[in-house]
T-cell receptor
Framework: GENVEQHPSTLSVQEGDSAVIKCTYS??????FPWYKQELGKGPQLIID?????GEKKDQRIAVTLNKTAKHFSLHITETQPEDSAVYFC???????????FGTGTRLKVLA | KAGVTQTPRYLIKTRGQQVTLSCSPI?????VSWYQQTPGQGLQFLFE???????NKGNFPGRFSGRQFSNSRSEMNVSTLELGDSALYLC??????????????FGPGTRLTVT
């Protein structure tokens, strides 16, 4: 089955700086890679995703890059703001099983 | 469109009791998945339903069960509660456009505390 590793587990950045979170996966058949943001007391919110036929996708201050050869994908947040502080999860659908495998999460703190 | 709704939002139960949690997916979504979230284990897949059929089940004991109704609403049940069942239970729905890449949207979760 699919295996996902996420790093780092915690990340502190100064407001305005960039943040990068990386996930690696094991199954080369995986072809969809979403990122979720979870704020305190809320469920995970889908913030951006990428499919295997694309190398990069941007949405305002956030972007996701995918390296299928190396089997890793990364979340990039530029010009970080205090409201970006949250826990971020990557996920990968386990091929043929109808379930997602989630990374262990990254707690991002943006310091004002 | 309204998002995924879960009821109740909070529950306190005693060991040995049973509990039923409810999930209403986004209108038009036919796939509903359930996850357990704990600080130690993270997000763990419980089961997935599509058109009232359970298509996959995670590595949880038989005390955890679920079902889906014809209107796509889903319930999960935990019997003989244990302290370790204390967690945030999350429901996610999907329109399942294709099997290999599909967006999943989560509800706010039900916080279950077992005392």
């Amino acid at each position: 089955g699919e295996n996902v590793e996420q790093h780092p587990s915690t990340l502190s950045v100064q407001e305005g700086d960039s943040a990068v979170i990386k996930c690696t996966y094991s199954d080369s058949a995986s072809n969809y890679f979403p990122w979720y943001k979870q704020e305190l007391g809320k469920g995970p919110q889908l913030i951006i995703d990428i499919r295997s036929n694309v190398g990069e996708k941007k949405d305002q201050r956030i972007a996701v890059t995918l390296n299928k050869t190396a089997k890793h994908f990364s979340l990039h947040i530029t010009e970080t703001q205090p409201e970006d502080s949250a826990v971020y999860f990557c996920a990968v659908p386990d091929p043929g099983t109808y379930k997602y495998i989630f990374g262990t999460g990254t707690r991002l703190k943006v310091l004002a | 469109k309204a998002g995924v709704t879960q009821t109740p939002r909070y529950l306190i139960k005693t060991r040995g009791q049973q509990v039923t949690l409810s999930c209403s997916p986004i209108s038009g979504h036919r796939s509903v998945s359930w996850y357990q979230q704990t600080p130690g284990q993270g997000l763990q897949f419980l089961f997935e339903y599509f058109s009232e059929t359970q298509r996959n089940k995670g590595n949880f004991p038989g005390r955890f069960s679920g079902r889906q109704f014809s209107n796509s609403r889903s319930e999960m049940n935990v019997s003989t509660l244990e302290l370790g069942d204390s967690a945030l239970y999350l429901c996610a729905s999907s329109s399942r456009v294709g099997d290999s890449s599909y967006e999943q949207y989560f509800g706010p979760g039900t916080r279950l505390t077992v005392t």
